[in-house]
């Protein structure tokens, strides 16, 4: 059974373990029996969490089941968002991350010893 946490308006916090069935149910309070709303308690640090992490975090989590799609257009927006903002691999031709047509990532002169996956 999950320990889930209620709030009662006199006595403040307290756990109980309860079956999952139960979940959305009150639970009285250990002190004085008066049935008290069940509450989700965040961590602090993600109370206080950067608004743009936040939004990355959410969208990760969003699609963690997605496949990764590589297509000619989204390789040709990362280029120009590479070259634009000189966010990615050096422009020396040494670092460069290039494409294969069917999609796999190639590293020319990096590693050629290693297998793209």
């Known amino acids: 059974m999950p320990l889930y946490d209620y709030k009662c308006r006199e006595h403040g916090l307290f756990q109980e373990l309860a079956p999952m069935a139960d979940a959305a149910k009150p639970a009285p309070c250990p002190t ?3 049935l008290s709303a069940r ?3 965040l961590p602090s640090h993600l109370a206080t969490l950067d608004p743009s992490r936040r939004q990355a975090m959410e969208r990760n989590e969003k699609a963690r089941h997605e496949p990764i799609v590589s297509s000619a257009d989204q390789r040709a927006r990362d280029t120009e968002h590479r070259r634009a903002c000189g966010c990615g691999g050096k422009t020396d031709g040494k670092h460069l991350l290039f494409y294969t047509a069917d999609g796999k990532k190639m590293f020319p002169s990096m590693r050629p010893w290693m297998i793209s996956h």
Do not use: G, N
């Open 39 to 41: 509450v989700i308690l």
């Open 32 to 34: 004085c029996r008066q």
